[in-house]
């Protein structure tokens, strides 16, 4: 019997060469996603040999585009973006606008473009990928750190950005000359009803999810998960993720991207979401990978050849426009020049973003082929160049710390809220407490020292909460406690106690130290995430030490035995 194994053939061979040269890129310590964009090239038309089926793979790929949404939608946190508002939103719009105007005007002027093909070209440039971002992030340690904070808030602006973006290119692509319109597109209406029509539906559509999706779909999973089946509850989260997305592109025109990341924006409100990040997870990684593969697939080699001063000029927009714009950028917000060098290179790529509107853009007329290839080229040298870039930030820093009065004035700042305000009351200055780091752990230690009122000095890196703090009346201190100018602004030195509430063992061991230096008496109660770092930390002596899983054992130990013996306290030991 003879089959049309296509379907097969494609991904047979976009996951088997994704597979060895993703493992060949993370073993040079390069994204393996640009081991997915070169497999995708190796099976495309434009290069010899094996060719797979272009459009299965553009159909795969749009279900990637679905699940990565929809993952983003996922990790989508408001209150995350709002720590960090003050320099997430102004910074990356004005970044993008930057990078934007950089693009246009040079595809306009050296390239002579057209102008909306110019304007559609610097808008792909402008946005980085949140999938690199947040592994090199990951892969430092650093999302939890104010400067993974601050990174990956700006991300997450530009992601709503590109979104709304992504809604209003079709209606607006007969103004920007698309050459691919649909009768209607090219009819009389005038532009303003064919964008009110488009946001009403998008409107529409955002107060369906939000009124009536975020009660149905935490019921259905309710339901689901009721039956203790694993694969029931995995299959209603990706056929929410992914008939949401389809049902919002035919019933309100809007795209499958927009509908996919607002099924994961409801669905991260529920009770159920940690456990859909987990199920689906394996879900977006394969069909992310063809969406990556699917993209490759596109890429024209020769465009290397041909075109070399093109791609190279659009590689220096991206990594030293971009990178040097939020550079600047930050440091006007009066952060110093470690974080404004993160975020730079945090910036200083692009991706999967890009991608799909270029993707879109080419389907719209908008974008030449030689457009998606530059954009292609482009993106695969700036996130090769990416981990460099994140090696260097500390040496870059360095160098500078060493050469020049400026980048010292930079890098300390002259911050309003690193000091306690000198009206501070008396009894947070002598026998008090600090807490360090006010997370989810740190308010809680707050309120119940509120409760007896014990007096409480915070020290925190994110300035926002500091200052919302002070608006409290809350003696706050804004810096990282591995400083000792920070501790000493908590008054450390006549300190009762400190707590560190936050879970990174390497600022705990620095944090320590200070403190013990400049207060040998100070009782130190520290938290830790990680069972062989309480029993390092407890042999060494240097204080109180808690473990989250520990103490959330001996709590329900506790009332257990409590239950079988009423009125009986039960301690229960801590492991040696």
Known sequence: MEHNISLISTLAAGFGIALVLGFVAERIKMPALVGYLLAGIIIGPNTPGFVADVQLAAQLSEIGVMLLMFGVGLHF??????????????????????????????????????????????????????????????????LDTMNGRIAVGWLVVEDLATVLVLVLLPPLASVLGGANQAPAAASDVPIWVTLGITLLQVAGFVALMLVAGSRLIPWVLWHVSRTGSRELFTLAVIAAAIGIAFGAAQLFSVSFALGAFFAGMVMRESEF?????????????????LFFVAVGMLFEPAVLMLEPIKVLTVVLIIVVGKGLASLLLVLAFRYPLNTALTV??????I???????????????????????????????????????????????????????????????????????????????????????FGRVGRRIADALVERDIPYVVVEQRREVVEALRRKGVPAVSGNATDAAVLIQAHIANAAMMVVATPDLMDIRATVEIARTLNPDIELVLRTHSESESVLLRQEGVGAVFFGEEELARGMAGYVLGRFFPGMTHPVPVPD
Request: a neutral charge.
């Open 351 to 437: 991706g999967e973003f890009s991608f799909i509107l270029a993707g879109l853009s080419v389907a719209l007329g908008l974008l030449p082929a030689e457009g998606m290839s530059l954009i292609l080229a482009a993106a695969l040298i700036s996130i090769a160049l990416n981990p460099l870039l994140f090696a260097m930030v500390e040496p870059v820093r360095r160098w500078f710390l060493a050469r020049s009065d400026i980048a010292r004035a930079l890098e300390i700042r002259v911050d309003p809220y690193a000091e306690l305000p000198t009206d501070t009351a008396r009894r947070y200055l002598e026998g008090q407490v600090v807490i360090v780091g």
């Open 344 to 349: 730079s290179a945090s910036l200083a790529q």
């Open 77 to 142: 946190s408001l209150r995350d973006l709002l720590a960090v508002r003050r320099i997430a939103i102004p910074g990356a719009i004005v970044q993008m606008a930057f990078a934007t105007v950089l693009g246009a005007l040079l595809a306009f002027y050296a390239w002579g473009w057209p102008w909306g093909q110019a304007l559609v070209f610097g808008v792909t440039l402008s946005c980085a990928s949140t999938v690199v971002l947040l592994k090199a992030i990951e892969a430092r340690g650093a």
């Open 273 to 289: 979401a940690h456990r859909a990040a987990q199920e689906s997870l394996p879900f977006r990684d394969a069909f992310s990978v």
